[in-house]
């Protein structure tokens, strides 16, 4: 495996159930990050990890857990989620996540469905 | 507040020439990323500007002129394959991204 691999890429839950998204690098990072994308919106960032410590939750709604037990893995896990958070949920990572010079390398997403 | 503005959808033929314009306003900048992401994939860095003036890397060029808060992306020789959405990018003050809503560019033969 190479680059940023997310699974599943394609999950539908109810409202009820509870869920993980993962994400794995493999280009040596020590940054990653939660988005979500929604249609014709731009880019929401979630959470930023760097070397495993949060530095970064902008204000998401607490039924989004994230957990980052190495550098190279980010969960998203997921509980008690609402209809209007159906979206692509992205994974990036980038060498680190202070340089302004460093481009994020993203996966191909986990399409979300809320029944 | 922070704000990026790009058009939300251009049509262009291919093998002609296409410019996407991207307007911002942030807190401090450091630096202007374009991604290309093709429909129900990750997006993927195209260019990164942080000095006046054009890049050129290929048939995609990027321009940034930051005493107007502007950029473009020029595409040339357009590919059916180009058809994707094109995503601006601004690092600000806390190198913190900030994006736009991105430009659907459709291709026709």
């Known amino acids: 495996e190479t680059g940023v691999t997310q699974t599943p890429r394609h999950l539908v839950m109810g409202m009820t159930n509870k869920k993980s998204l993962k994400c794995e690098q493999h280009?040596?990072?020590?940054?990653m990050y939660w988005y979500k994308q929604s249609a014709k919106k731009p880019l929401e960032l979630m959470f930023v990890?760097?070397?495993?410590?949060?530095?970064e939750n902008n204000s998401v709604p607490s039924r989004f857990s994230p957990e980052c037990p190495n550098s190279s893995h980010l969960f998203l896990h997921l509980h008690t989620l609402q209809p209007e958070d159906s979206a692509l949920y992205l994974c990036?990572?980038?060498?680190?996540?202070?340089?302004?010079?460093?481009?994020?390398?993203f996966g191909p997403g986990t399409r979300l469905t809320v029944t | 507040g922070q704000n990026i503005d790009q058009p939300t959808e251009m049509t262009a033929t291919e093998g002609a020439i296409v410019q996407i314009n991207c307007t911002y306003q942030?807190?401090?900048?450091?630096?202007l990323f374009w991604y290309q992401q093709h429909a129900g994939e990750a997006p993927t860095f195209l260019s990164y500007?942080?000095l006046d003036g054009l890049e050129e890397k290929g048939r995609f060029s990027s321009f940034l002129s930051r005493s107007k808060g502007y950029s473009y992306l020029l595409l040339k020789e357009l590919q059916m394959k180009d058809s994707a959405s094109y995503l601006c990018?601004?690092?600000?003050?806390?190198?913190?991204?900030?994006w736009g809503a991105g430009t659907k560019l459709i291709i026709k033969p």
């Open positions: 990036a990572s980038s060498p680190s996540g202070g340089d302004s010079s460093y481009e994020q390398y």
């Open positions: 280009l040596g990072h020590n940054a």
């Open positions: 990890y760097n070397f495993k410590e949060q530095t």
């Open positions: 942030t807190s401090g900048f450091n630096g």
């Open positions: 500007n942080v």
């Open positions: 990018a601004v690092r600000d003050s806390n190198y913190q991204l900030i």
